[in-house]
């Protein structure tokens, strides 16, 4: 049985509002629907919803300015924040204005609603208290506005006011050191130390002398006590990085400190009571190391408390030419010389399957402003930063310019893009061009989903949606077939 009760939606787009309160009603709410902030205090008090839905950028003013004053005066109200601004600082300020959910736009119409049943059926336990970090939030490491990056986002912006195990999964160079360092810099242990340590890099026999410290004497070159990372941290936050390459004797006396709060050094006798948050990370597939018993599953519970998962670059294209920008844009910030990418670089850019994912592209940012003679990065000069196995083949070209083609005719009849949805758009002459765009297109590429993904503009997975729908194999559609 969904729960049902009254709910203010404020936004100042009419067919968002339409949808979302034709869908409410649905369910059996009552909705009433306000374009600005001046409508939504109007509508506050006559209304009396049990649940506010408000997009951030309204007509005269910010929506999330006033929502921690309303919810003082209503404490059982749970607030629901729609954005488009995608992005780290915008889940962090709907939490800390107390807010009950944040879905950036577009949002998922069904997890939309799913919210407003949670907040109703759980408003009655909700203290609603607002955390405010005291930072400006500016300059934060994340970048990305792809959904994947926005899960991120909300659980990063959950886990600050509390002390909770987070361990954080991903490939190689997707950030995660990031991830720790943002929830560190953002949270109640700011003032403490954020200390980390790459258990890969350290030799087996020295990781406990490192992670606990040890006393003078206790093996040679040990000339004094020194602290470990532990004892360093005290107060603030420990960053375990490439935990999968920990030893198993090693993980016992980690899993022994989590449980007792206590470290004691090698060679010593007297334990030390240590406060630290733990904040773990690693590429590799821990469930496979513990079935392999190489990893204790006891501490992969203590560590996997709250997981972060990071795409990699390859599955949000959508952040490709955002991050790259950003890249070009601090390295100017930094003294290097300013340079902006040509439309021909980004399309290459999103074609690119980047194995080394985000650090891959900063560092090729990098390099192209410190060695390109030019200020516009064009194709061109990418076909030679990147490896030549990386680099679309010239039979790519026809196929991109096949889609630029569609896409401006299509804009220009109806408005819309290939990845657009428009309800003017006629269902019988997109199922005629689509298909044949998606044909020739990865016959171009030679079947390559990645690359034919990015000269189309859209990303991967509504790639293989699109074949699905239209029964396509991708496996056929290969120049040489």
């Given at each position: ?15 968002i ?23 939504r ?20 003013g ?49 997890e ?23 930072l400006?939030h ?12 926005q ?30 360092e ?21 030799p ?61 050094t ?5 334990p ?63 003294g ?30 990098q ?30 070209a026809?196929?991109?310019?096949l ?39 990865l ?22 949606k699109?074949?699905?729908d ?11 077939d």
């Amino acid at each position: 049985m969904v729960a049902t009760g009254a709910v203010l939606v404020v936004d100042d787009d009419p067919a968002i509002c339409v949808v979302v309160g034709e869908a409410l009603r649905r369910q059996g709410h009552k909705v009433k629907i306000a374009g600005s902030i001046r409508e939504r205090s109007l509508l506050m008090d006559s209304f009396a919803p049990d649940v506010l839905i408000t997009d951030v950028m309204l007509p005269d003013g910010d929506g999330l300015e006033g929502v921690a004053d309303i919810l003082e005066r209503k404490p059982d109200l749970n607030v629901i924040i729609l954005s488009a601004q995608n992005t780290l600082n915008t889940a962090i300020r709907a939490t800390e204005k107390g807010a009950f959910e944040y879905l950036p736009k577009p949002f998922d119409l069904n997890e939309l609603t799913r919210a407003v049943s949670d907040a109703i059926g759980t408003r009655a336990d909700n203290g609603n208290e607002a955390v405010d970090s005291g930072l400006p939030h500016d300059g934060l490491p994340l970048v990305g506005r792809s959904p994947a990056m926005q899960e991120v986002y909300r659980t990063i912006a959950r886990v600050l006011s509390n002390d909770l195990s987070i361990l954080v999964l991903g490939e190689s160079g997707t950030g995660k050191e990031l991830v720790a360092e943002a929830i560190h810099s953002l949270g109640q242990r700011r003032s403490h130390p954020f200390v980390a340590i790459n258990m890969a890099a350290i030799p087996r026999e020295l990781i406990e002398a490192e992670l606990f410290g040890y006393e003078k004497g206790a093996f040679t070159g040990a000339h004094a006590r020194t602290a470990g990372k532990f004892e360093q941290a005290q107060g603030g936050t420990l960053f375990l990085d490439e935990i999968g390459d920990m030893p198993m004797e090693a993980q016992t006396r980690l899993l022994r400190v989590l449980q007792s709060g206590e470290v004691t050094t090698v060679g010593g006798s007297k334990p030390v009571r240590v406060d630290v948050r733990i904040i773990a990370a690693t590429n590799k597939d821990l469930s496979a190391l513990i079935e392999e018993n190489r990893f204790r599953q006891d501490l992969y519970y203590r560590l996997n408390v709250v997981p972060v998962s990071l795409p990699p670059l390859r599955e949000r294209r959508e952040d490709v030419i955002l991050l790259a920008r950003h890249f070009l844009e601090r390295a100017a910030l930094e003294g290097l010389p300013r340079k902006s990418l040509a439309d021909d670089a980004a399309q290459l850019l999103m074609a690119y399957h980047w194995p080394g994912n985000v650090r891959e592209l900063q560092n090729l940012m990098q390099r192209l402003s410190v060695l390109s003679r030019e200020n516009v990065i064009a194709a061109d000069i990418l076909r030679h930063a990147l490896p030549l196995e990386a680099v679309p083949s010239d039979h790519g070209a026809p196929a991109g310019q096949l889609a630029q083609a569609v896409r401006e005719w299509t804009k220009r009849q109806l408005g819309v893009g290939l990845g657009q949805s428009n309800p003017n758009l006629h269902t019988g002459l997109l199922a005629v061009i689509e298909p044949v765009l998606l044909q020739e297109t990865l016959a171009s590429v030679d079947g390559n989903q990645i690359r034919a993904a990015g000269l189309l503009g859209i990303n991967r997975n509504t790639l293989r949606k699109k074949l699905t729908d239209y029964g396509l194999d991708p496996l056929q559609l290969r120049l040489n077939d």
